[in-house]
């Protein structure tokens, strides 16, 4: 499976972006990472490309919303009401056991896009 994020960039506190995410190959789900410079890379948010089942982290429930369109094999990321804390690479990765998603443990996930930055300025 090959990915291919775009739609990160620079935005002010309270703004919005859209990510996408472009997969090649069948996935059982795909996942939002995001990685902030000297911290852990951590899910965002999933979505089973099967049934349409999805998770989000706590941290952005209410202002993210993940979305999928399978005829294009395409996976979006809505993202909204955006915080200095949200800053950082995000990375969309396909998980191909049936397992990561709602739980987005980084490991589960076997292929990963090149990242996109997301820049939210106070």
């Known amino acids: 499976v090959q990915l291919q994020a775009s739609g990160g960039g620079l935005v002010q506190a309270g703004g919005s972006l859209r990510l996408s995410c472009a997969a090649s190959g069948s996935t059982d789900a795909i996942a939002w990472f995001r990685q902030a410079p000297g911290k852990e890379r951590r899910g965002v948010s999933c979505?089973?490309?099967?049934?349409?089942?999805?998770g989000y982290a706590d941290s952005v429930k209410g202002r993210f919303t993940i979305s999928r369109d399978n005829a294009k094999n395409m996976v979006y990321l809505e993202m909204k009401s955006l915080k200095p804390e949200d800053t950082a690479v995000y990375y969309c990765?396909?998980?191909?056991?049936?397992?990561?998603?709602?739980?987005?443990?980084?490991?589960?996930?076997?292929?990963w896009g090149q990242g996109t930055q997301v820049t939210v300025s106070s």
């Open positions: 979505i089973s490309t099967t049934d349409g089942a999805t």
């Open positions: 990765a396909a998980d191909v056991t049936g397992w990561g998603c709602p739980g987005m443990s980084p490991r589960i996930f076997t292929s």
